[in-house]
């Protein structure tokens, strides 16, 4: 295998496993690339004993810092839960470190079954698979993901395989035919059938929005655009980028339940009126948790008014405790609404809006978010 390669290895019994074991040894031993490994102890035990049958000394290895080892409670499953881009994140700063040691990349071979009976929903581990194949070509990196068949659903072995360009079949890594196969590898992973429901329903619910939207502009396609070109070029995956279109489309969509005369009349709202208009993430949530869309658009939706601060609304969230895609979609809403007319203010204007989140870029914007919204601007950004 080579850099750049995202591949996946099936296995139901102990021998198998010890085969794969072998062949990933076999390469990553022989080029000048960190070898990690991610699994269980019982799973390390038929790891020593292959490299024993290689005449290896595991100990010297681990001195040499050619191989880790690192249990998955460590990695996929801190704490008992399993967190897509605690993942990624981990795996980033694994290639990190190998390149700091001085070697060429990292190679990871990353046992995934205990993700799944942890009780993670399979959705989850497919947004990570995708993710990896996003990070795969960014990194010097590796990866092969092994899975145990006789401890998982048919149906599951062929939605994760699908994500891996590379399978290791006879004694090789080749082709996947279920990845060639695959529809719309652009979203990442084989429920883009639900995915595509869900854009379709957002451009439904978009489309009834603007019959009762009072706002001149396309607010809401301004927001999509921008918080789509903020995660470009943030370098997010594909799958988040898919999730924070669809959000920003219908970030709005809880006003439906709005009076018309409450948000298109001039002048400041009423206490009573306010407090409804805090409601309206909440409501979008409720509304967009019933489709399913990906968990990602229904809490960018309900966090989109959210500040680092906990000054947001609804729920006063602070810090870490808000996702990326809410702080993405905040950002964007703000820029978008106060560069237009409304109603309660005169139009501000672009300059105004980025001044205004430069102000208070980390105290009620997130930092980063900000710097990728002034760098897609100076990039030549503007809205419809």
Request: glycine residues 8%; negative net charge; contains cysteine.
């Amino acid at each position: 295998m080579k850099f750049g390669s995202h591949s996946i290895a099936l296995y139901n019994n102990n021998e198998a496993f010890r085969v794969v074991l072998d062949s990933i040894l076999g390469e990553g031993l022989s080029n000048n690339v960190k070898i990690l490994c991610l699994g269980a102890e019982s799973e390390f035990r038929v790891l020593k004993k292959t490299l024993l049958d290689r005449e290896s000394s595991i100990d010297e290895l681990l001195e040499a810092k050619s191989l880790e080892l690192v249990e998955t409670t460590q990695s996929y499953l801190r704490q008992g839960t399993f967190d897509p881009n605690g993942s990624i994140m981990f795996l980033e700063k694994a290639v990190m470190n190998a390149l700091k040691e001085g070697f060429e990349g990292l190679y990871v071979a990353g046992t995934g079954t205990p993700i799944l009976e942890s009780g993670a929903r399979i959705e989850r581990l497919l947004e990570y698979e995708a993710s990896v194949n996003d990070l795969v070509e960014e990194l010097p990196l590796g990866a092969t993901c092994l899975y145990d068949t006789a401890r998982m659903d048919r149906k599951n072995v062929l939605e994760i395989s699908r994500l891996h360009p590379y399978v290791y079949r006879m004694g090789e890594f080749s082709m996947n035919d279920d990845y060639c196969t695959a529809p719309d590898r652009a979203i990442g992973f084989d429920i883009a059938s639900r995915l595509d429901i869900c854009r379709g329903t957002a451009d439904s619910l978009l489309q009834m929005f603007k019959i009762k939207s009072i706002y001149v502009e396309a607010h809401e396609d301004n927001v999509s655009r921008l918080a789509v070109a903020i995660a470009d070029e943030m370098g997010l995956d594909s799958f988040t980028k898919t999730c924070i279109e669809m959000a920003g489309k219908i970030h709005d969509v809880g006003m439906i339940s709005l009076f018309l005369d409450m948000i298109s009349r001039p002048g400041p709202l009423q206490s009573f009126e306010w407090k409804l208009l805090q409601e309206h993430p909440r409501t979008g949530f409720e509304l967009t948790k019933g489709v399913p869309f990906p968990d990602k658009v229904s809490n960018a939706i309900l966090q989109h008014h959210e500040r680092m601060d906990g000054s947001g609304y609804p729920n006063g969230l602070t810090g870490s405790e808000i996702s990326l895609e809410g702080c993405i979609l905040a950002v964007s809403e703000v820029v978008s609404a106060m560069s237009f007319y409304r109603p309660y203010r005169t139009i501000h204007g672009v300059k105004f809006a980025l001044a205004e989140i430069v102000k208070n870029s980390g105290s009620l914007y997130h930092a980063d978010v900000v710097e990728s919204c002034l760098t897609v601007f100076r990039k030549g950004f503007s809205f419809g």
